[in-house]
């Protein structure tokens, strides 16, 4: 899991852009995690989500004291992030975020906009 977002932010260093966008994506269901980020970085505290997005697609939302934010994680990695109010490459600034932060783990599913514009396949 540790490579896994080794290689994400190597990836973003070298300016690669996440493939999807999280307005692709909608909630699907009731949450399926809900927790608290004391003092740690957001990034490591969202190791143990990842693999739970193989079967499904996770819709991701974070609360933090001055920031909120969204990521997606389909197939046990990250496809998309949104950072509220900020431009650029919001994945980063999450992911070196610190806590306190609440999180909150939602089934997805493509959303119909999504779907009919070619976007990333719903869920079976």
Do not use: C, N
């Amino acid at each position: 899991m540790e490579s896994l977002l080794r290689r994400l932010l190597a990836r973003l260093r070298r300016g690669e852009a996440l493939s999807e966008s999280v307005h692709d994506y909608t909630h699907a269901g009731a949450a399926i995690y809900v927790g608290a980020i004391e003092d740690a970085e957001v990034g490591e505290s969202l190791k143990p989500l990842l693999p739970l997005s193989v079967a499904s697609p996770l819709l991701i939302v974070l609360i933090g004291r001055t920031w909120r934010g969204r990521i997606v994680a389909r197939g046990g990695r990250i496809v998309a992030a949104e950072l509220e109010g900020e431009e650029g490459d919001a994945l980063r600034r999450i992911m070196r975020a610190r806590g306190p932060a609440l999180v909150i783990a939602f089934p997805a599913k493509a959303s119909q906009r999504s779907s009919e514009s070619g976007g990333p396949p719903s869920s079976p």
